[in-house]
């Protein structure tokens, strides 16, 4: 039987189960005599389904009323179909609520079909390194399966992984949609090629392969050894257009746009009052009982719990009981610290632990906002302890007073000699930094653990962490606080229920970094990017967002009503091109504008077959008709608008009077930062509109912005890792870079390039960084294709050392199966060895990618070390680390230090990593952010 990984993101074909359990169930009724039959199988495969894997992320995909892309390929598709009975029909509406009430994610879009959701929501998740189970009777789905996605059938508990597609068909997962062009399927009404059936398209795929090769090798047909084979080759020259016309209707799309990634679709806690009311009506009585007592999803047999990182089969999963997870985490050994005596002897066990690990409890996420509520500690597997602060229903006398408790914390928790360890500590950092506590001795963050070990390996958050290496579900906090606008802060939760929870929080730390740990010091490169990179940065970051960026939101507010203004006269204007009114964000009234009434040329469709008017399309149709001109201004000041200069001003603390962002280290596969609330990252600098936003980002009085920026980085990086003598000559001789890859690709000396030529050059540098095809290339230049080949030839005759360079990093990519960064940390991609085509293109696209930009944020990221512990040295305010964005840092310093600071700042940035070039950093000063970049 195939192997299921532990804890796959699972995804439900809604639609094939709906139809499945209304023929497969009786016609069962509720005593109104409203049919229930459908909704009852269908929630029984489901329960089964979640108690057996319990994951983390999943998602029941329903088919979208009307009609698909499909039906315009091809008027029959599935026109045998009857019209859905009316008794299914009914079910359908109260089936979609008790799916979302159980807690699961429900995805309905239109124009498309539930199978092309979920094969694009398959391949993102495989190519995030994430495993993938879909649950479907349909054999179309078996061109999905690969060695990462899984499918099961629940009415028989039958698992596909890619060898038992090829012993059930005959042929492997990338034939299937060959296989079903050539035989057709009745079910859905695809034609197929006249003549042949199951065996002979078999016989046709295993002799000579797929449809492209069959039609490129008609006369090889007479040879192979099946009935009619002689007759064949005319049979299928007849029908070519049939045949490529049902191979496009059984291609389940993998590109859909859809407004989710597969890492949202967490499960979540059920509803239980929505549960009751829909069991209640439709008289699902041994259901609701399990609702009521709160074990809907809960395995009364014990199944369902994974051994972490090892993968098994589906039987082996389920046969795994819970007991022994309960077991290995014993909870009976943790502690409430609610007396003076108990107090003490913790502190004492603390003092004397090698390495402890810890957790505080919030009532919030603000970490400038949030009150501390308690503490917990871990000193050993099993012996955790909880402190509670400021419950609120606790007498006095029951708990310790905060102030005097953090007191006497506070050597304990700012002793360097004192080993700690916790779950993203950055968060914690920042409580304790309220109740002037300086968090140190933070040697281990098993998020970061998790993250360098394998950064596309699954969520990094306790609860999967802890479910990955430990094979335990933790307590979440839905459980004991409840959800939506009744749910309880954590200074209002039962202390036996507070005590539980965080204690277990600590004791699932320390027993994660018992299990990380071992596996990180195998490698010296992922140690070293641990130890001086990863760990180093969290108090930086801390410093960082604590510090926040002084935004002046009269600048904002100005901007906010010039775009409506403008906004106005775009409406206007557009209303005028049109000759009448509509809606200028209605996709459907613009579509009829452009495509109905004033004939602009479809240049992309959409899934559902409708005229795209995407931005890359209106951009393309800008260049001859005024109307989309005019439509991409407008959505681009509306985003403005709403993104920045409406939200930013109500973002502002006001306690600190600052905006402050959140940093986060471990979601990029990359090693890149990344931020929220507000992203600071995606600021856009394309036009001055979008330049107008910096300059609200201003300095205090008395400092002035400074922008230090890394010049042309990736490119730098790419002339260490290639060598290639071109490009190091270049950088070496401080030439610019793109003008001296102009005169080289176009064979005009330095002096005589043109603007034209530049801009081309730095195409083609930069697309060979993201490996970008002719075809890209030449789309983004607007010159034919073979021209932009061209280009890339001579481009590559020029700096051979590129060439080589990625074809080693392809190579590399398929071997071990990941690429590394200057400094060691891994990316792995798992497809780079796949035999899909289109994957392992996209995986080897990233593999020469992933290197350069992976060791631009570990330089930055050993620059912000650098430049932190200087700014520290300093003891006095005069430089601070206000913003982190991509290659560029952004400080306050004072005016009396301007210079000194920024020849300091620039010193630390081009010494934080040695490469055969010279990396280069542009420094400005402005009185804002705009000036100084």
């Given at each position: 039987m195939a192997q299921i990984v532990e804890n796959p993101l699972i995804l439900v074909d809604g639609s094939s189960y709906l139809y499945r359990a209304y023929h497969a169930f009786p016609p069962l009724t509720n005593s109104a005599g409203e049919p229930t039959g459908a909704m009852y199988g269908v929630l029984n495969m489901l329960r089964s389904l979640l108690l057996q894997y319990q994951p983390s992320h999943v998602a029941v995909v329903f088919d979208a009323k009307g009609k698909t892309f499909r039906d315009e390929l091809f008027a029959e598709y599935k026109s045998h179909r009857p019209p859905m009975p009316d008794d299914l029909r009914t079910q359908i509406e109260p089936l979609h609520k008790?799916?979302?009430?159980?807690?699961?994610?429900?995805?309905?879009?239109?124009?498309?079909?539930?199978?092309?959701?979920?094969?694009?929501?398959?391949?993102?998740?495989?190519?995030?390194?994430?495993?993938?189970?879909?649950?479907?009777?349909?054999?179309?789905?078996?061109?999905?399966?690969?060695?990462?996605?899984?499918?099961?059938?629940?009415?028989?508990?039958?698992?596909?992984?890619?060898?038992?597609?090829?012993?059930?068909?005959?042929?492997?997962?990338?034939?299937?949609?060959?296989?079903?062009?050539?035989?057709?399927?009745?079910?859905?009404?695809?034609?197929g090629v006249p003549g042949v059936g199951e065996k002979t398209a078999q016989a046709l795929l295993q002799g000579l392969g797929r449809l492209d090769v069959l039609y490129d090798n008609l006369g090889s047909i007479a040879t192979l050894s099946f009935r009619g084979a002689k007759t064949m080759a005319a049979k299928l020259e007849q029908n070519k257009e049939i045949a490529y016309l049902s191979y496009k209707l059984a291609t389940i799309k993998t590109n859909v746009e859809l407004e989710v990634s597969y890492a949202d679709l967490n499960m979540s806690a059920p509803d239980i009052d929505v549960l009751q009311q829909l069991f209640k009506r439709y008289e699902f009585k041994r259901w609701l009982a399990d609702v009521e007592t709160g074990a809907w999803l809960e395995n009364k047999k014990g199944s369902g719990v994974k051994t972490a990182g090892v993968a098994k089969s589906a039987s082996a999963v389920a046969e795994k009981p819970k007991a022994a997870a309960e077991a290995m985490l014993p909870q009976d050994s943790y502690v409430a610290i609610l007396d003076e005596d108990t107090f003490v002897d913790w502190l004492q066990r603390l003092k004397k632990a090698n390495v402890f690990a810890f957790d505080t409890e919030t009532d919030g996420l603000d970490t400038l906002s949030a009150n501390l509520i308690g503490l917990s500690f871990a000193i050993a597997p099993g012996e955790a302890a909880y402190l509670p602060v400021a419950h609120d229903y606790l007498d006095a006398p029951a708990q310790l007073d905060r102030a005097s408790v953090l007191e006497r914390l506070k050597l304990l928790l700012e002793d360097e000699k004192v080993l700690k360890v916790g779950q993203n500590l950055k968060f914690d950092m920042g409580v304790l930094a309220r109740y002037g506590i300086n968090l140190r001795g933070i040697a281990y963050d098993t998020m970061l653990e998790s993250y360098v070990l394998d950064s596309v390996g699954g969520r990094h958050d306790m609860d999967n962490l802890a479910d990955r290496y430990l094979g335990h579900k933790t307590i979440t906090f839905e459980e004991i606080a409840g959800k939506g606008k009744n749910q309880l802060t954590f200074n209002q939760i039962a202390l036996?229920?507070?005590?539980?929870?965080?204690?277990?929080?600590?004791?699932?730390?320390?027993?994660?970094?018992?299990?990380?740990?071992?596996?990180?010091?195998?490698?010296?490169?992922?140690?070293?990017?641990?130890?001086?990179?990863?760990?180093?940065?969290?108090?930086?970051?801390?410093?960082?967002?604590?510090?926040?960026?002084?935004?002046?939101?009269?600048?904002?507010?100005?901007?906010?009503?010039?775009?409506?203004?403008?906004?106005?006269?775009?409406?206007?204007?557009?209303?005028?091109?049109?000759?009448?009114?509509?809606?200028?964000?209605?996709?459907?009234?613009?579509?009829?504008?452009?495509?109905?009434?004033?004939?602009?040329?479809?240049?992309?469709?959409?899934?559902?077959?409708?005229?795209?008017?995407?931005?890359?399309?209106?951009?393309?149709?800008?260049?001859?008709?005024?109307?989309?001109?005019?439509?991409?201004?407008?959505?681009?000041?509306?985003?403005?608008?709403?993104?920045?200069?409406?939200?930013?001003?109500?973002?502002?603390?006001?306690?600190?009077?600052?905006?402050?962002?959140?940093?986060?280290?471990?979601?990029?596969?990359?090693?890149?930062?990344?931020?929220?609330?507000?992203?600071?990252?995606?600021?856009?600098?394309?036009?001055?509109?979008?330049?107008?936003?910096?300059?609200?980002?201003?300095?205090?009085?008395g400092y002035r912005?400074?922008?230090?920026?890394?010049?042309?980085?990736?490119?730098?990086?790419?002339?260490?890792?290639?060598?290639?003598?071109?490009?190091?000559?270049?950088?070496?001789?401080?030439?610019?870079?793109?003008?001296?890859?102009?005169?080289?690709?176009?064979?005009?000396?330095?002096?005589?390039?043109a603007s034209e030529q530049r801009r081309s050059a730095k195409a083609i540098n930069f697309g060979l960084i993201y490996g970008m095809s002719a075809?890209?290339?030449?789309?983004?230049?607007?010159?034919?294709?073979?021209?932009?080949?061209?280009?890339?030839?001579?481009?590559?005759?020029?700096?051979?050392?590129?060439?080589?360079?990625?074809?080693?990093?392809?190579?590399?990519?398929?071997?071990?199966?990941?690429?590394?960064?200057?400094?060691?940390?891994?990316?792995?991609?798992?497809?780079?060895?796949?035999?899909?085509?289109?994957?392992?293109?996209?995986?080897?696209?990233?593999?020469?990618?992933?290197p350069m930009q992976g060791t631009a944020a570990d330089i930055i990221k050993r620059a912000?070390?650098?430049?932190?512990?200087?700014?520290?040295?300093?003891?006095?305010?005069?430089?601070?680390?206000?913003?982190?964005?991509?290659?560029?840092?952004?400080?306050?310093?004072?005016?009396?230090?301007?210079?000194?600071?920024?020849?300091?700042?620039?010193?630390?940035?081009?010494?934080?990593?040695?490469?055969?070039?010279?990396?280069?950093?542009?420094?400005g000063v402005g009185a804002n952010w705009d000036e100084a970049h």
């Open positions: 008790m799916v979302k009430a159980m807690g699961l994610p429900l995805l309905v879009t239109p124009g498309v079909e539930a199978d092309d959701v979920i094969g694009t929501l398959a391949l993102e998740a495989e190519m995030a390194g994430h495993p993938v189970l879909i649950s479907t009777g349909d054999k179309d789905m078996a061109q999905l399966v690969t060695p990462n996605v899984t499918l099961i059938n629940t009415m028989n508990n039958t698992v596909l992984g890619p060898q038992e597609v090829c012993d059930k068909y005959g042929i492997p997962p990338e034939l299937i949609i060959d296989f079903l062009a050539l035989m057709g399927d009745a079910s859905d009404n695809i034609p036996a229920q507070a005590a539980l929870y965080a204690a277990e929080d600590a004791d699932v730390t320390l027993r994660l970094h018992l299990a990380m740990w071992p596996q990180l010091k195998q490698s010296a490169e992922l140690l070293r990017v641990f130890n001086e990179i990863d760990m180093p940065l969290v108090p930086v970051l801390s410093h960082i967002e604590r510090t926040g960026v002084l935004i002046d939101p009269a600048i904002l507010s100005v901007h906010s009503q010039e775009l409506t203004k403008r906004l106005g006269e775009l409406e206007i204007q557009a209303h005028e091109l049109a000759g009448e009114p509509f809606n200028l964000v209605s996709l459907k009234q613009l579509q009829a504008i452009l495509y109905e009434k004033q004939k602009l040329p479809v240049l992309k469709k959409t899934p559902g077959g409708a005229p795209s008017t995407n931005e890359e399309v209106l951009a393309e149709l800008a260049l001859d008709y005024p109307l989309p001109k005019v439509i991409l201004e407008y959505r681009g000041l509306a985003k403005l608008k709403t993104t920045y200069t409406d939200k930013l001003p109500l973002m502002i603390n006001p306690v600190s009077g600052r905006v402050h962002t959140s940093y986060h280290q471990a979601v990029t596969a990359t090693g890149r930062l990344s931020s929220s609330d507000p992203n600071l990252q995606n600021i856009p600098v394309r036009n001055d509109e979008d330049r107008r936003i910096r300059q609200a980002f201003i300095a205090p009085e912005i400074v922008a230090a920026d890394y010049s042309q980085i990736e490119l730098r990086i790419m002339a260490h890792l290639s060598q290639d003598a071109g490009l190091l000559k270049a950088f070496a001789e401080g030439k610019d870079i793109h003008r001296a890859t102009a005169a080289e690709v176009f064979g005009v000396p330095l002096d005589k390039v075809f890209g290339l030449a789309r983004q230049l607007g010159v034919p294709r073979g021209e932009a080949q061209r280009y890339m030839d001579r481009y590559f005759e020029r700096y051979p050392g590129v060439l080589d360079y990625m074809e080693r990093t392809r190579q590399q990519a398929a071997e071990q199966g990941y690429v590394t960064t200057l400094d060691g940390r891994r990316l792995y991609l798992p497809d780079a060895r796949s035999s899909n085509g289109m994957r392992r293109k996209a995986a080897e696209r990233a593999a020469i990618n992933a912000m070390i650098e430049v932190d512990a200087w700014i520290q040295e300093q003891g006095q305010p005069l430089v601070r680390m206000i913003m982190q964005v991509h290659d560029e840092l952004v400080f306050e310093v004072h005016e009396s230090v301007i210079d000194a600071s920024s020849q300091r700042i620039r010193e630390l940035m081009e010494g934080s990593m040695a490469l055969a070039v010279p990396l280069k950093v542009d420094v």
